[in-house]
Protein backbone atom coordinates (compact mmCIF):
# COMPACT_ATOMS: atom_id res chain seq x y z
CA UNK A 1 0.00 0.00 0.00
CA UNK A 2 1.42 3.37 -0.68
CA UNK A 3 2.11 6.04 1.84
CA UNK A 4 -0.09 8.80 1.06
CA UNK A 5 0.51 12.23 2.47
CA UNK A 6 -1.94 13.59 5.26
CA UNK A 7 -3.15 16.35 2.46
CA UNK A 8 -3.92 13.52 0.12
CA UNK A 9 -5.58 11.22 3.17
CA UNK A 10 -7.93 14.24 4.49
CA UNK A 11 -8.91 14.77 0.63
CA UNK A 12 -9.82 11.46 0.08
CA UNK A 13 -11.36 10.67 3.54
CA UNK A 14 -13.77 13.86 2.82
CA UNK A 15 -14.83 12.15 -0.33
CA UNK A 16 -15.34 8.99 0.52
CA UNK A 17 -17.59 9.92 3.61
CA UNK A 18 -18.69 13.26 2.36
CA UNK A 19 -22.71 11.87 2.60
CA UNK A 20 -22.92 10.68 5.84
CA UNK A 21 -20.29 13.98 6.75
CA UNK A 22 -22.61 16.03 5.43
CA UNK A 23 -25.31 14.60 7.39
CA UNK A 24 -23.77 14.81 10.78
CA UNK A 25 -21.89 18.52 9.86
CA UNK A 26 -24.22 20.59 7.58
CA UNK A 27 -21.95 22.55 5.51
CA UNK A 28 -18.79 21.37 5.80
CA UNK A 29 -15.81 21.96 3.62
CA UNK A 30 -12.92 20.57 3.07
CA UNK A 31 -11.07 23.73 4.14
CA UNK A 32 -13.05 24.32 7.21
CA UNK A 33 -11.58 20.35 7.98
CA UNK A 34 -8.23 21.24 6.73
CA UNK A 35 -8.09 24.02 9.38
CA UNK A 36 -9.85 22.09 12.38
CA UNK A 37 -7.41 19.37 11.45
CA UNK A 38 -4.68 21.94 11.66
CA UNK A 39 -5.71 23.07 15.06
CA UNK A 40 -5.93 19.90 16.74
CA UNK A 41 -2.35 18.80 15.26
CA UNK A 42 -1.33 22.11 17.04
CA UNK A 43 -2.75 20.86 20.52
CA UNK A 44 -1.44 17.65 19.90
CA UNK A 45 2.11 18.99 19.90
CA UNK A 46 2.77 18.84 15.74
CA UNK A 47 3.04 22.22 14.41
CA UNK A 48 4.50 22.04 11.37
CA UNK A 49 3.75 24.40 7.68
CA UNK A 50 4.15 20.95 6.30
CA UNK A 51 1.93 19.34 7.93
CA UNK A 52 -0.08 18.01 4.89
CA UNK A 53 3.01 17.14 3.67
CA UNK A 54 3.99 14.93 5.93
CA UNK A 55 3.31 10.89 5.10
CA UNK A 56 -0.03 9.86 7.30
CA UNK A 57 -0.02 6.51 9.07
CA UNK A 58 -2.97 5.63 10.80
CA UNK A 59 -1.60 4.58 14.08
CA UNK A 60 -3.42 4.17 16.42
CA UNK A 61 -0.94 6.01 18.69
CA UNK A 62 -1.04 9.06 15.90
CA UNK A 63 -3.05 11.59 17.45
CA UNK A 64 -4.44 12.61 14.30
CA UNK A 65 -5.93 9.15 14.21
CA UNK A 66 -8.36 10.39 16.53
CA UNK A 67 -9.24 13.25 14.86
CA UNK A 68 -10.69 10.98 12.09
CA UNK A 69 -12.18 8.31 14.12
CA UNK A 70 -14.06 11.00 16.01
CA UNK A 71 -15.17 12.18 12.67
CA UNK A 72 -16.68 9.28 11.50
CA UNK A 73 -18.84 8.93 15.06
CA UNK A 74 -20.43 12.22 14.50
CA UNK A 75 -18.77 14.05 16.93
CA UNK A 76 -18.67 18.00 16.70
CA UNK A 77 -15.53 19.66 15.54
CA UNK A 78 -15.17 21.84 18.56
CA UNK A 79 -15.45 19.30 20.96
CA UNK A 80 -12.41 17.43 18.99
CA UNK A 81 -10.06 20.10 19.10
CA UNK A 82 -11.47 21.44 22.25
CA UNK A 83 -11.69 25.01 20.97
CA UNK A 84 -14.87 27.24 19.38
CA UNK A 85 -14.59 30.73 17.51
CA UNK A 86 -16.61 32.85 18.88
CA UNK A 87 -16.52 36.77 17.39
CA UNK A 88 -13.13 37.40 17.20
CA UNK A 89 -11.50 34.67 19.81
CA UNK A 90 -11.30 30.98 20.56
CA UNK A 91 -12.72 29.79 23.26
CA UNK A 92 -11.82 26.42 24.96
CA UNK A 93 -15.50 24.29 25.13
CA UNK A 94 -15.83 20.70 26.90
CA UNK A 95 -19.52 18.85 26.21
CA UNK A 96 -20.31 20.25 29.63
CA UNK A 97 -21.01 23.60 27.50
CA UNK A 98 -22.88 24.57 24.75
CA UNK A 99 -21.06 25.32 21.34
CA UNK A 100 -21.29 29.12 20.89
CA UNK A 101 -23.62 29.72 18.02
CA UNK A 102 -23.34 32.48 14.99
CA UNK A 103 -26.55 34.34 16.21
CA UNK A 104 -25.25 34.91 19.51
CA UNK A 105 -22.81 37.02 17.99
CA UNK A 106 -25.59 39.46 17.19
CA UNK A 107 -26.60 39.31 20.84
CA UNK A 108 -23.00 40.99 21.94
CA UNK A 109 -23.20 43.37 19.08
CA UNK A 110 -26.81 44.56 20.44
CA UNK A 111 -25.03 44.84 24.14
CA UNK A 112 -22.05 46.52 22.50
CA UNK A 113 -24.06 49.26 20.94
CA UNK A 114 -26.38 49.84 24.78
CA UNK A 115 -22.92 49.88 26.38
CA UNK A 116 -21.64 52.71 23.87
CA UNK A 117 -24.68 54.62 23.46
CA UNK A 118 -25.04 54.75 27.09
CA UNK A 119 -22.28 54.22 29.25
CA UNK A 120 -19.33 55.77 26.81
CA UNK A 121 -16.03 55.94 29.13
CA UNK A 122 -18.45 55.40 32.49
CA UNK A 123 -18.86 52.02 34.48
CA UNK A 124 -21.83 49.28 33.45
CA UNK A 125 -22.59 46.58 35.66
CA UNK A 126 -23.34 43.79 33.75
CA UNK A 127 -24.95 40.15 34.17
CA UNK A 128 -24.69 37.25 31.63
CA UNK A 129 -26.71 34.74 32.93
CA UNK A 130 -26.58 31.64 31.71
CA UNK A 131 -22.88 32.14 30.76
CA UNK A 132 -21.71 28.64 29.54
CA UNK A 133 -17.89 28.64 27.97
CA UNK A 134 -18.10 32.85 28.83
CA UNK A 135 -18.29 33.88 25.57
CA UNK A 136 -20.99 36.80 25.91
CA UNK A 137 -19.44 38.34 28.90
CA UNK A 138 -15.47 37.92 27.86
CA UNK A 139 -16.45 39.14 24.38
CA UNK A 140 -17.77 41.74 25.83
CA UNK A 141 -15.30 42.75 27.96
CA UNK A 142 -12.56 42.61 25.07
CA UNK A 143 -14.58 46.10 24.07
CA UNK A 144 -12.80 49.47 25.68
CA UNK A 145 -15.83 51.33 25.95
CA UNK A 146 -17.15 51.35 29.17
CA UNK A 147 -15.69 50.26 32.51
CA UNK A 148 -17.46 47.11 32.85
CA UNK A 149 -18.35 45.37 36.12
CA UNK A 150 -19.59 41.96 35.33
CA UNK A 151 -21.20 39.30 37.17
CA UNK A 152 -21.16 35.40 34.80
CA UNK A 153 -23.81 32.89 36.10
CA UNK A 154 -24.76 29.66 35.73
CA UNK A 155 -26.32 26.88 37.25
CA UNK A 156 -23.71 24.14 35.97
CA UNK A 157 -20.53 24.12 38.55
CA UNK A 158 -18.54 22.76 34.95
CA UNK A 159 -19.30 25.83 32.76
CA UNK A 160 -18.15 28.26 35.77
CA UNK A 161 -14.76 26.59 36.28
CA UNK A 162 -14.37 26.53 32.07
CA UNK A 163 -15.67 29.86 31.80
CA UNK A 164 -13.24 30.99 34.58
CA UNK A 165 -10.43 29.13 32.36
CA UNK A 166 -11.37 31.20 29.39
CA UNK A 167 -10.92 34.04 31.21
CA UNK A 168 -7.69 33.04 32.33
CA UNK A 169 -6.75 31.84 28.57
CA UNK A 170 -8.00 35.55 27.31
CA UNK A 171 -6.82 37.41 29.83
CA UNK A 172 -4.20 39.71 27.99
CA UNK A 173 -7.02 40.60 25.32
CA UNK A 174 -9.13 42.27 28.11
CA UNK A 175 -8.76 45.68 28.92
CA UNK A 176 -7.29 45.65 32.63
CA UNK A 177 -10.04 47.99 33.79
CA UNK A 178 -13.01 45.86 33.28
CA UNK A 179 -13.78 43.12 36.38
CA UNK A 180 -15.76 39.98 36.42
CA UNK A 181 -16.60 37.60 38.75
CA UNK A 182 -18.08 33.84 38.38
CA UNK A 183 -20.78 32.71 40.50
CA UNK A 184 -22.89 29.15 40.44
CA UNK A 185 -26.60 30.16 40.52
CA UNK A 186 -30.01 29.31 39.36
CA UNK A 187 -31.19 32.46 37.06
CA UNK A 188 -30.80 35.47 39.47
CA UNK A 189 -31.41 32.97 42.89
CA UNK A 190 -27.59 33.46 44.25
CA UNK A 191 -27.29 37.21 42.35
CA UNK A 192 -26.51 40.14 44.82
CA UNK A 193 -27.06 44.09 43.44
CA UNK A 194 -28.57 45.16 40.88
CA UNK A 195 -27.43 45.68 37.11
CA UNK A 196 -27.93 48.46 33.94
CA UNK A 197 -27.52 45.71 31.68
CA UNK A 198 -28.84 42.03 32.24
CA UNK A 199 -28.00 39.61 29.55
CA UNK A 200 -29.09 36.05 28.48
CA UNK A 201 -28.85 33.22 26.25
CA UNK A 202 -31.08 31.01 28.69
CA UNK A 203 -31.98 27.25 27.28
CA UNK A 204 -35.22 27.99 25.34
CA UNK A 205 -36.38 24.95 23.14
CA UNK A 206 -39.22 22.71 24.82
CA UNK A 207 -38.15 19.28 25.53
CA UNK A 208 -40.78 17.49 23.68
CA UNK A 209 -42.30 19.72 21.19
CA UNK A 210 -39.12 21.80 20.25
CA UNK A 211 -36.78 18.67 20.17
CA UNK A 212 -38.13 17.39 16.23
CA UNK A 213 -36.41 20.39 14.80
CA UNK A 214 -33.08 19.83 16.75
CA UNK A 215 -29.97 18.40 14.79
CA UNK A 216 -29.59 14.78 16.12
CA UNK A 217 -25.71 15.56 16.55
CA UNK A 218 -27.33 18.72 18.84
CA UNK A 219 -29.34 15.92 20.75
CA UNK A 220 -26.15 13.22 21.37
CA UNK A 221 -23.64 15.64 22.23
CA UNK A 222 -24.39 18.92 23.54
CA UNK A 223 -25.67 18.86 27.07
CA UNK A 224 -29.34 19.17 27.83
CA UNK A 225 -29.26 21.35 30.66
CA UNK A 226 -27.91 24.16 28.09
CA UNK A 227 -30.71 23.45 25.51
CA UNK A 228 -34.15 22.44 27.11
CA UNK A 229 -36.92 23.56 29.43
CA UNK A 230 -39.90 21.51 29.97
CA UNK A 231 -42.44 21.96 27.76
CA UNK A 232 -45.45 22.76 30.51
CA UNK A 233 -43.02 24.86 32.73
CA UNK A 234 -41.49 26.86 30.20
CA UNK A 235 -44.09 29.81 30.52
CA UNK A 236 -43.88 30.18 34.24
CA UNK A 237 -39.68 29.76 33.61
CA UNK A 238 -39.51 32.73 31.72
CA UNK A 239 -42.12 34.45 33.88
CA UNK A 240 -40.49 33.78 37.16
CA UNK A 241 -37.20 35.05 35.25
CA UNK A 242 -38.05 38.06 33.96
CA UNK A 243 -39.51 38.83 37.43
CA UNK A 244 -35.86 38.86 38.73
CA UNK A 245 -34.78 40.64 36.04
CA UNK A 246 -36.95 43.50 36.54
CA UNK A 247 -35.94 43.32 40.17
CA UNK A 248 -32.47 43.22 39.84
CA UNK A 249 -32.48 46.09 36.62
CA UNK A 250 -31.25 49.61 37.56
CA UNK A 251 -33.97 52.13 36.25
CA UNK A 252 -33.43 52.59 32.79
CA UNK A 253 -31.74 49.09 32.83
CA UNK A 254 -31.90 46.95 29.70
CA UNK A 255 -31.96 43.69 29.40
CA UNK A 256 -31.30 41.73 26.24
CA UNK A 257 -31.99 38.06 25.97
CA UNK A 258 -31.75 35.49 23.01
CA UNK A 259 -35.06 32.92 22.42
CA UNK A 260 -36.50 30.39 20.01
CA UNK A 261 -37.96 32.16 16.96
CA UNK A 262 -41.43 30.35 17.96
CA UNK A 263 -41.83 31.11 21.44
CA UNK A 264 -40.44 35.13 21.36
CA UNK A 265 -44.58 36.39 20.88
CA UNK A 266 -45.75 34.55 23.81
CA UNK A 267 -42.72 35.13 26.18
CA UNK A 268 -42.92 39.21 24.76
CA UNK A 269 -46.33 39.48 26.79
CA UNK A 270 -45.32 37.43 29.55
CA UNK A 271 -42.67 40.48 30.35
CA UNK A 272 -44.99 42.85 28.90
CA UNK A 273 -47.05 42.35 32.02
CA UNK A 274 -44.27 42.06 34.58
CA UNK A 275 -44.13 45.70 34.30
CA UNK A 276 -41.18 46.64 31.56
CA UNK A 277 -41.73 50.07 29.87
CA UNK A 278 -40.43 48.93 26.82
CA UNK A 279 -40.34 45.48 25.30
CA UNK A 280 -39.17 44.81 21.63
CA UNK A 281 -38.61 41.59 19.51
CA UNK A 282 -35.20 41.67 17.67
CA UNK A 283 -34.29 39.62 14.59
CA UNK A 284 -31.76 37.55 13.53
CA UNK A 285 -29.53 37.92 9.99
CA UNK A 286 -32.21 35.39 8.66
CA UNK A 287 -34.95 37.53 9.63
CA UNK A 288 -36.62 34.74 12.59
CA UNK A 289 -37.41 36.20 15.58
CA UNK A 290 -34.32 35.78 18.06
CA UNK A 291 -33.79 38.28 21.07
CA UNK A 292 -35.98 40.10 23.35
CA UNK A 293 -34.92 43.64 24.18
CA UNK A 294 -36.79 44.71 28.12
CA UNK A 295 -36.43 48.03 29.35
CA UNK A 296 -37.03 49.01 32.72
C1 LIG B 1 -27.90 28.17 25.54
S1 LIG B 1 -26.60 27.92 26.71
C2 LIG B 1 -25.71 29.45 26.50
C3 LIG B 1 -24.25 29.36 26.82
C4 LIG B 1 -23.46 30.62 26.43
N1 LIG B 1 -23.94 31.79 27.11
C5 LIG B 1 -23.55 30.84 24.93
O1 LIG B 1 -24.24 31.76 24.51
O2 LIG B 1 -22.92 30.07 24.17
C6 LIG B 1 -27.48 28.13 28.22
C7 LIG B 1 -26.66 28.11 29.48
O3 LIG B 1 -27.53 28.33 30.59
C8 LIG B 1 -27.19 27.48 31.65
N2 LIG B 1 -28.42 27.27 32.44
C9 LIG B 1 -29.42 26.38 32.24
N3 LIG B 1 -30.37 26.53 33.19
C10 LIG B 1 -29.96 27.53 33.98
C11 LIG B 1 -30.49 28.14 35.15
N4 LIG B 1 -31.66 27.75 35.66
N5 LIG B 1 -29.81 29.13 35.74
C12 LIG B 1 -28.60 29.53 35.24
N6 LIG B 1 -28.03 29.00 34.14
C13 LIG B 1 -28.71 28.01 33.52
C14 LIG B 1 -26.66 26.22 30.98
O4 LIG B 1 -25.83 25.49 31.86
C15 LIG B 1 -25.94 26.81 29.78
O5 LIG B 1 -24.59 27.06 30.07
Given at each position: MAIKSLGEHLKNFFYEEKKSLLANYPG??????KSDLKLHAFLNGVDSEELFEFPYLPFRSNPITLFF??????????????YAFFYRSLFKVTSDVLIPRSETE????????????????????VLDVGTGSG???????????????????????????LARENFFNLRYTIPAKHNIH??????????VGSFDLILSNPP??????????VHHQVLSYEPAVALFLEDDTYDLWFQEFFKSIYQKLNDQGISLIEGHEDHLESLSEIAKKI?????????DYTNRNRFLRLKK
Open positions: LTLHRLEKLKEGVPLEYITGILVELANSEIQKNYHNKKCIVIALTLMMEDFAQLDVTAVDISEKAIIFLISDRLESVYIKALSDRESGFSAVEIIK
